[in-house]
């Protein structure tokens, strides 16, 4: 079996054969090229496996070959010094494989090279996921606007690449369903997709929850964890709000990026992990690192790929079309089937602004179809700034309290409660609670917590039960 070819470009000497060296002694056949005519003439005369690519050559630039890239072109992997992250991410978004930075750890090397080698060797192989024959579905979205069809564009060119993704949008978008998506489309489907929240997790616990421990690491390490890093090696990791991180774990983040190499808590020993990364926040990413909360050199290394999802509001005819599958859905888990919107329903469906997104369109039709009689659903949309149901008790609301004396205080009067609340279950009641919460403090999960007083992680699991529950 012939070892797999290896077309290192770049002009540097010293540098080009202490790569050629590490290579080779990993059983790779190596070429090198100093100049972009001496690459164009390898890459003419010899199928590659992979190419390490320097983008300042002396007659050109490196990106240039990207660009004219094809199905016979080997994956490349961009080699940069720090100065030119800018240019390398720009490679990325051309199609190279992977980025490196100057001076290259051998571990990385070597772990970016097989991993493209890898791609290259199933390059032939990549199945084509098609939507739903109506043309309204892609994996788990539902819609046909132009705005859409561009993200689901972009979610099918990029999904093959290793360049990290960062998903931005409002709460209720669909950040984690694009996430999925990336995963589905990509070569590494078959590997495992791994979600962590940055949000929920306290920040004690997430480098664990991340990285790994070992056993005794700290109070409660009974016994070894791999981590979310871990569990992920050949798939895709995926941070939901990450800007929720905190500084000093953004640090060891940025490392494992750079690396490709993870450290367990209490562990001396690093460990190559080869995931893709997507990464996900409801925050405007720029402001954070203006405001010190989030570092700009992290930032450069998530946000090769942006994709940002648009509200519920600037989807056109999205939005009924949702409507009726979710309707069609929801009805049958509640066993009502055959239910339909009516016509008043779909005009304030349509006149809505939705602030919530496709999470209060979803949550809007639960309540409409769980107390609605007939055939047809006269869904109730409320209105004000809040965009809650009427049936929430008001924000003034305080629970019983007792007087100094000691005398127990009347409880307030709360109109029409009891019959506001009849026919749902508890759960269907403390989700409105949890919705009323983040709307009040713009989606934050962590103020919402705080005023519900329970753990942010309490909430997210709440939401995602009601995500499941409603398909």
């Known amino acids: 079996m012939s070892k797999p070819a290896i077309l290192i470009i770049e002009d540097s000497a010293s540098l080009a054969l202490g790569f050629a060296a590490q290579l080779e002694e990993a059983g790779y056949e190596v070429a090198l090229a100093a100049t972009l005519a001496e690459a164009r003439d390898a890459l003419a005369n010899t199928r590659f496996s992979a190419a390490l690519l320097d983008l300042q050559l002396p007659d050109g630039d490196g990106l240039s070959l990207l660009e004219q890239r094809d199905e016979t ?13 800018s240019r390398a991410i720009a490679a990325m978004r051309l199609g190279a494989f992977d980025f490196l930075v100057k001076p290259v750890a051998g571990t990385r090397l070597l772990a970016t090279i097989r991993a493209a080698v890898e791609q290259s060797k199933t390059a032939p192989a990549k199945a084509v996921i098609k939507p739903v024959e109506d043309g309204t579905r892609f994996h788990g979205f539902i819609g046909q606007s132009p705005v859409m069809r561009a993200v689901f564009r972009t979610i099918e060119q990029v999904a093959d690449s290793r360049a990290s993704v960062f998903v931005t949008g409002e709460s209720g978008t669909g950040k984690e369903v694009t996430a ?44 070894n964890r791999i981590g979310a890093a871990k569990a992920a090696d050949g798939g895709t990791l995926f941070l939901d709000e990450i800007c929720e991180m905190e500084l000093k774990l953004q640090v060891k983040l940025l490392r494992f990026i750079q690396t490709g190499m993870i450290q367990r808590v209490g562990s001396a020993q690093a460990e190559p ?50 409507a009726d599958r979710l309707t069609e859905s929801i009805a049958q ?97 403390e989700h409105l609670a949890i919705e009323a919460a983040l709307k009040r403090h713009g989606g934050n999960v962590t103020r919402a917590a705080k005023e519900l007083a329970v753990n942010p992680s309490t909430i997210y699991r709440k939401l995602e039960k009601q995500r499941v529950q409603s398909g």
């Not at 072109?73 to 992250?85: E, H, R």
């Not at 990336?182 to 590997?191: G, M």
């Not at 700009?296 to 509001?313: G, K």
């Open 333 to 429: 888990e509640e066993r009502r089937p055959g239910l339909q919107l009516s016509a008043a329903s779909r005009a304030k469906i349509r006149a809505h602004s939705w602030p919530g997104n496709v999470r209060e369109l979803q949550n809007a039709l639960r309540r409409s179809v769980v107390i609605g009689e007939g055939d047809q659903i006269e869904i109730s949309i409320p209105s004000g700034p809040a965009a809650m149901p009427e049936t929430l008790p008001p924000p003034s609301f305080k629970p019983a309290f007792t007087e100094p004396s000691g005398t127990p205080a009347p409880s307030p009067v709360i109109p029409h409660t009891e019959l506001a609340f009849e026919g749902m279950t508890l759960a269907q009641i």
């Open 73 to 85: 072109s080997p994956a490349f992997v961009v080699i940069t010094a720090d100065g030119s992250l």
């Open 180 to 223: 999925e998506a990336l995963h589905a489309e990509s070569r590494r489907r078959n590997k495992a997709f791994v979600a962590i929240n940055c949000g929920a997790i306290p920040e004690n616990l997430l480098e664990s929850e991340l990285f790994g421990h070992v056993k005794g690491a700290f109070t409660g390490a009974i016994e």
């Open 273 to 322: 992990v080869d995931v893709r990364i997507v990464c996900a926040t409801n925050r405007d990413p720029l402001r954070e690192v203006a405001e010190g909360r989030f570092r700009e050199d992290l930032l450069y290394r998530l946000n090769v790929i942006p994709i940002h999802l648009p509200p519920l509001r600037d989807r056109g005819d999205d939005i009924v079309l949702l």
